[in-house]
């Protein structure tokens, strides 16, 4: 069985890959990462009929991966535009906000209220939740406490990435209040919050050499040929692995 | 129909994307460029009938997508093996090199002769030839010029990337001692010296925004889906774009 993580472990694999001995960049692993989110919404909202995604991105590394996966939609021939109400201020955010630009990507300006993410919602056909990732601490600090309800009622598809924005990381959706994705794509490993989620759930980061692996004793399943994503479960069927 | 890049062209995108306008890392660009490498051999060379790949690596910014290529081939089910004769000195050489021993992928100690070249090809399944990449001038100097006739003489295929080893980036193989490769990936875009190339040829570096692609006319072909990689051309019809 696959191991899921706690906000712990998952802390702690990401350092030793960042580390001196792990010798991964940021750059590496977010570009892998945002390409894997890309490749599965793709995998589970065609282009030709779910054109338009909303990108939502929150302040933190996630935010990273979503503008990664927002320019390699882009060149998958989607149209995106990224929703990011509160900007990382770090170089790599920065930047890859450029990318973005750069592919002519419309980004909702953060000053803007609530009203233009109601707007950029009604002309969007599915979500990619990339607000809160693993070191998501409860409880939803502002705009996010008013940015997850929209979400939710909009109705539109949602992939989520890594954790539902929103969920506890290791208790899930307790408070109800989080999003509730139809599509998961979980990260180097499930965290323990969606051990109960009901839905497509697909693994990404294929970069996770076997010594760590073995130290976490993660039990990844394996990736088909040269994909950099598998599917755990399809949202018929519990999870194969 | 697609451009043919000169070698001064091929560097001048380059350095757009790089610099503060077009806002890419170096470890972004590599890590595309290796793993559509990868995903290019592992197109042509299946990796059950072919598990023992030899990932040649120059000196240069190709010898880092060689690197990148061998940790995904890793990553891909692939027994890769590095033969890196003349290491690069900058940093993120250091790291890809060290996330492959990470993977306890075999790296050939540069200091041994060119027997332990010999033994590596009688042990292996096909080549990656990341030796020289667009801003290769000639004349091929040691210890290159004794490895090219090696990798010639195995008679395994050979997968090249961006310019076989030994070509001039715009004249091609017109002195005759240049690899002899069965495929080829280019990169960004085909560069000049490759229009009469025969053999299955792939494009990968989809990252090339449309406003670049524009400015230097290139004509890239579409990609498919979500892919990282483009057949231009199978071995038995001509270019098709």
Redesign the interface.
């Known amino acids: 069985m696959i191991r899921y993580l706690t906000a712990r472990l998952a802390q702690q694999i990401d350092e030793e890959l960042m580390s001196a001995?792990?010798?991964?960049?940021i750059?590496?692993l977010m570009?892998?990462a945002g390409?894997a989110c890309?490749?599965t919404l793709?995998?589970a909202y065609r282009q030709d009929i779910y054109p338009r995604v909303l990108v939502c991105c929150g302040p933190g590394n996630q935010g990273g991966d979503g503008l990664v996966a927002a320019?390699?939609l882009g060149?998958?021939?989607y149209q995106p535009t990224v929703y990011m109400p509160k900007p990382g201020n770090k170089d790599i955010y920065?930047?890859?906000k450029?990318?973005c630009e750069?592919?002519?990507i419309p980004i909702i300006p953060p000053s803007e209220d609530i009203e233009s993410l109601r707007r950029a919602l009604h002309d969007s056909d599915v979500i990619l939740d990339a607000i809160f990732g693993f070191s998501f601490k409860p409880p939803i600090r502002a705009p996010f406490d008013s940015v997850l309800p929209l979400l939710n009622q909009s109705r539109l598809p949602i992939v989520s990435v890594d954790i539902p924005s929103g969920w506890d990381v290791e208790n899930g959706n307790e408070l109800g209040v989080g999003l509730q994705p139809n599509v998961l794509i979980s990260l180097t490993a499930p965290k323990e919050g969606v051990k109960d989620f009901i839905g497509r759930h697909f693994l990404g980061g294929?970069?996770v050499?076997?010594?760590l692996e073995k130290k976490f004793e993660l039990h990844l399943p394996p990736?088909p040929?040269?994909d950099?994503i598998v599917e755990l479960a399809s949202d018929k069927t519990p999870t194969k692995y």
């Open positions: 001995a792990g010798a991964f960049s750059d590496q570009e892998l390409l890309a490749q793709a995998t320019r390699h060149m998958f021939g920065q930047r890859l450029k990318q750069n592919m002519e294929r970069f050499p076997e010594y990736y040929g040269s950099q």
